[in-house]
């Protein structure tokens, strides 16, 4: 048998910022941005705040599992994290998956990550287009999204408007799912509630299986499937 080949890797997470730094945070982000895009592997991050809610998430993607471990263990890396849990943040949560292949078939975790590009921002009649077909995921076997271990959005999903790099359209919208199988959520992709969205924009989906850490870190759940924080305020 011959050895698996790697494959991008996703780390998607978010936090729940401190509203009077946010502001702050925002600014040193855009800062840190050449740092995270110059990194061996980069691939792409993105990121937005959940709606109705005070959490944000992000995502960011490396060729490698190992590109995204050394990112992990840089010294500016580690210095923004320490900042964040200090000044800007109140908690986050930090989750890892690999890319599936096209074909691929699995059952565990499974994160649908689907974006829509578009030229201009969602209409009202939009908007109200895509929570009508997105109400009908829950009879899709969709797994709730969830934040820290035992909290959840006020959606099972996440839609949001995203600051992405590198930019491939004016817009970027992006939906977020979980799903226990491959089949489950395939089951939803070719269902004509998701046709309603993807007619709304050029869509470009991927799904990816969550994988445990394979090292010691700060947080770590005792499965390993997430690392988690929380201020003890």
């Known amino acids: 048998m011959s050895e698996q080949q790697p494959t991008v890797h996703i780390l998607e997470g978010g936090f729940r910022p401190r509203p ?19 990194q061996p592997g980069f691939r792409e991050t993105y990121g937005g705040p959940i709606a109705d809610g005070p959490w944000w998430f992000f995502a960011a993607k490396f060729d490698t599992l190992e590109d995204m471990e050394r990112w992990h263990m840089h010294r500016a890396h580690t210095e923004v994290q320490d900042l964040a849990r200090k000044t800007w943040w109140t908690a986050y949560y930090i989750r890892k998956g690999r890319l599936l292949a096209p074909a691929e ?27 009508a077909a997105l109400a009908q995921a829950s009879g899709f076997s969709l797994v709730p999204y969830e934040t820290v271990t035992g909290e959840q959005v006020q959606t099972p999903y996440v839609l949001s408007a995203v600051g992405i790099a590198p930019q491939q359209a004016p817009v970027h919208y992006v939906l977020l799912t979980y799903w226990r199988s491959t089949a489950d959520c395939l089951r939803w992709q070719g269902s004509d509630a998701h046709r309603q969205i993807a007619s709304l924009g050029t869509v470009r989906s991927s799904l990816f299986v969550m994988i445990p850490e394979r090292k010691s870190r700060m947080g770590l759940r005792a499965d390993r499937m997430q690392r988690e924080w929380v201020a003890k305020e």
Not at 20 to 38: C, D, N, W
Not at 118 to 124: E, G, Q
């Open 20 to 38: 009077e730094q946010l502001a702050a945070y925002g600014k040193r982000h855009e800062e840190f941005m050449p740092t995270v895009i110059s």
């Open 105 to 131: 078939s699995t059952t565990g975790t499974i994160l649908s990550e689907t974006f829509i590009l578009r030229d201009t921002p969602f209409s009202s009649d939009e908007q109200n287009h895509v929570q």
